[in-house]
């Protein structure tokens, strides 16, 4: 080796080492920024759904703030969303069939399927391996892992003679990873049983009613409660046993003879379980109907402000949060669940969407679509903690719903 | 500048520039390392007390591992524990007083206080912002920052004409930001209101019974029920009504006139609420009692293997899970919550101390003192899923309890 090869090399082993130091440094920069921006607890995160822009913001409950924004996740309207059991990551469903999945951590998609060309919304499965989602177009209910968002099963959902796949409705998530959920076109209520992940198998009962549109079930994953757009009544399986078939209750719940206008069916998954009751949102009435839980008879009809959307219950259920469809949904009301008595109004604005309690239901966020913003109210005193600005918010979905069954 | 200083200032930034390179490497390396521990969902999180070495065990629930282990908190005889909100941080009750903040992600303790001399247990505040710590000695209730462990205020627990002060049990959290506990030596039960700060409200009830030992309240933060060491019976107080005092409920239980041995006095926490009914274990007796959640009256008894210690429902409410005090503390019993029967025998091993189930109960964890294990269950099909290792387990504490009231 002559003395010329050896400067050039040492030159070369400096340039190297100063780039070195150089990439070290940025690499311990760069990753630092990282680990300050992702290190941190994930139980009081939440989404807002941006429904116009197709977008999510990130939230955080502790100081209420905004965490960040995800656009890119296709038509959002009438979007849900479910939280993996790490509450790291949410599923976001959207009316186009997209099933995204994002990381609430490094604020972005993490994997994302067009599964479907229009569904309604989707479930987690008891053990957070599964995710289902229910289909208007083609019909039927498709499951996905996870972790990769690879299918795992499909469930066409055809009925009768022919080939003809129902809309599926009401899609929860029910104890035994099991989900549940309603043929719309087929008045039939299915419980796939995913215990043996490839071999899920699946339960068909018949005699729902016409029509079923929507469906809840109790938060002790229990009864499974769908709607009929078709007719009134209510359809009613009790999950622990499934195989006595499905009861009809409450015989007059729904528009009623009359077939009054109704400006926005109301959402199942509203509803609410207080105490002895159920307090569900009457169909085109200014009513909102308390079920008795032990016979599922009609207990009492609280008159309220407007044709009520959501009714929710604080997480104690000592009171029910009211929102309505237009012209009055620019205000909200809150009923006593002991006296069945309205006890506070609010007027948050025009296009109140949604309403989600914290965990532990010391606050509730409320999307006021025409004003981008969600109201953050103290639910002890009613008085307004701040508010933050969204773009046309809709639907808000913490991260405690990840422990819950059917949200 | 000579040529000897140049060539040695080039030595020296070469040398520099070597270690810059390799200083580089190593902070991006030793923060990638951080980041990967720590960049992860916290909703999957848990801790197991080693009650001899004073140590915790954390663990996560998905694929059932073990992420580390923390020792030096002190005295962890009797020790329990409670979540930040965004469930990243563990608050440690020891008996020594010891009150110790651990941050799951990094892993170590972030805040310690010793805040009393002797200590029974704790409390987190509905907007988490306090920490709440009931104490034998000095006796009373301190209240404490959640995030920075300083003292915001201190309850002496004094009563009757002198200064005595009380030792406080049945330490629990209640909707409104309300602390509520009892006063062994006093019979009383406090309630004390921090929806401001600064100037918390107690509301003091007397006539609770002679010596109230543990007590519980319902998972939707409505009734706290306080277990009496000197005399039979149960005192119970409706917080949506406190200023209606509180009331003697089930007279026949406790010990009794036959004043039976006692292996191990019931743990209150554990009480079961399951659709209708209350279940708890019998004191002295090898039963099971459930209760009427309507009138409070006495249902039930189920008998069952050994002096019971916790009876824990499965999230869904549909079985019970019971453990047993010496010389039966090597058995698990399941009930089956509508039957009221026994339905399935388990013997996971000597010293089964405790149980905690998976937020949604698709799995529970039993610690087993005396083989070192905390074995994992799958709670449908009874199926062992694994085994963890750990050093005289007790105690099991999933972050998910953050959500909910009074855990």
Redesign the interface.
């Known amino acids: 080796m002559d003395r010329k090869t050896t400067q050039i090399r040492r030159h070369r082993r ?1 340039v190297t ?2 780039y ?6 940025f ?2 920069a760069s ?2 920024l ?2 300050w921006a ?7 995160l939440g989404i807002i759904i941006e429904r116009t822009s197709g977008s999510i913001t990130v939230v ?3 100081q209420h703030t905004v965490l960040g924004r995800i656009p890119g996740l296709g038509d959002l309207s009438h979007a849900s969303a479910v ?7 949410a599923y976001v469903f959207g009316r186009d069939g997209g099933l995204t999945k994002i990381d ?3 604020q972005k998609i993490s994997h994302r399927v067009i599964q479907a060309g229009n569904s309604i919304g989707g479930a987690i499965s ?3 391996r599964l995710i289902a989602v229910s289909n208007y177009e083609p019909g039927g209910v498709r499951v996905f892992d996870s972790e990769t968002l690879q299918p795992v099963a499909d469930i066409p959902a055809i009925h009768g003679a022919g080939d003809a796949v129902s809309r599926v409705v009401g899609l929860v998530d029910a ?3 099991r989900f549940v959920f309603s043929l719309f076109d087929a008045g039939e209520i299915w419980i796939a049983d995913f ?1 043996d992940r490839d071999n899920p198998e699946i339960l068909k009962l018949t005699g729902a009613g016409n029509q079923p549109y929507d469906a809840l079930i109790t938060p ?3 009864y499974y409660i769908a709607g009929l757009f078709g007719e009134d009544g209510l359809a009613l399986v009790d999950l ?1 046993q499934p195989q006595q078939g499905i009861r009809r209750i409450l015989p007059d719940y729904g528009r009623g003879e009359e077939k009054l206008p109704v400006y926005k069916m109301p959402h199942l998954e509203g509803w609410a379980a207080a ?2 009751h159920l307090f569900v949102p009457a169909v085109g009435r200014h009513e909102v109907i308390a079920i008795n839980r ?1 016979d599922w008879s009609e207990a009492q009809r609280i008159p309220v402000h407007g044709q009520p959307v959501f009714v929710m219950a604080r ?4 009171h029910l949060w009211v929102n309505f469809a237009l012209p009055d949904n620019d205000t909200v009301q809150v009923i006593d669940a ?1 006296t069945m008595a309205v006890v506070h109004e609010l007027k948050p604005g025009k296009g109140v969407l949604h309403m989600e309690f ?5 606050a509730v966020w409320v999307s006021v679509r025409d004003t981008d913003r969600v109201n953050v109210y103290d639910t ?2 009613f008085r307004q903690i701040t508010a933050i600005d969204v773009e046309k918010p809709s639907g808000i979905f913490f ?2 719903r ?4 059917g949200l």
């Open positions: 400096k080492m100063k070195r130091a150089l990439a070290g440094l690499i311990a990753t630092t990282v680990a992702a290190v941190r607890g994930t139980g009081d955080e409950t502790t939280f993996s059991r790490d509450t790291r990551y609430l951590l490094e008891q053990d957070g104890p035994g990873n215990s002790d994953g229990r622990w105490g002895d032990h997480p104690d259920g000592r002991s914290t965990p532990r239901g010391e002890g005193s991260t405690a990840a422990h819950m069954t």
